[in-house]
């Protein structure tokens, strides 16, 4: 049985949570819910600390930054496969509502919307030192877990797991960087480099504001 915990903080984040899976040339996203990273108390103990939560529970509470929520929850199992530290959580309360007039700009720090408008959106890369100082409170960021499939002949071979980041807001926001092009490992020593033309093909129906 699951051991809960038991938690109580405010919201300093809360992006999409979405892990992707790669396969040499190919991707593809696995739509979980949505991750948020909390500055307070679990099981008594005062920490920064993340938890995974589904679409109706955040369709139903409308979380933002700032908010103070709290409820139990249970450490994910695999690190790799989750970007939370904990998920399956019960019991959740909104506490406070934040007054705060949190940013209308970059980084955007409103109510994230649903799921489906991130994968209509669809992203680009991230460098992952932007997303750390600028952009992990932003609701159009995301930092996801990735799965390699080294062999793509043999999904149920050797497989590797890493994080990435990546930026579904505007073309025209004034803090991106997209970092150096991903490589991905695969079958006999190739090697896949995700070319910037695929982020250009993943935004190509948003205009520049969008």
Known sequence: MDTKSTFKGTIISIQPR??????????SHTYLGYAITLEGEIDTQHTTFSIGIGKA???KHQFK?????SGECVP??????EPTEYYKVSKLK??????????????WELV???????RERGHRRLAARTYEVFCSSCMWGARMPVEIIVDNWNPRGRKKYRFETFCYG???????????????????GMVYVEEDWVDAMNVEHRGEDE
């Not at 909104?94 to 980084?107: F, G, K, V, Y």
């Not at 994230?112 to 991130?118: A, D, I, M």
């Open 18 to 27: 979405i892990r992707l899976t790669r396969s040499f040339d190919e991707a």
């Open 57 to 59: 529970a955040h369709a």
């Open 170 to 188: 505007p073309l025209n926001c004034k803090l991106y960087k997209a970092g150096p092009n991903r490589k991905v490992e695969g079958r006999n």
């Open 65 to 69: 930054v700032n908010d103070v929520i």
């Open 76 to 81: 994910v199992p695999d690190p790799d496969t």
């Open 94 to 107: 909104l506490i406070t509502r934040s007054a705060t007039i949190t940013n209308t700009s970059s980084p």
């Open 112 to 118: 994230p919307p649903e799921l489906e408008v991130y």
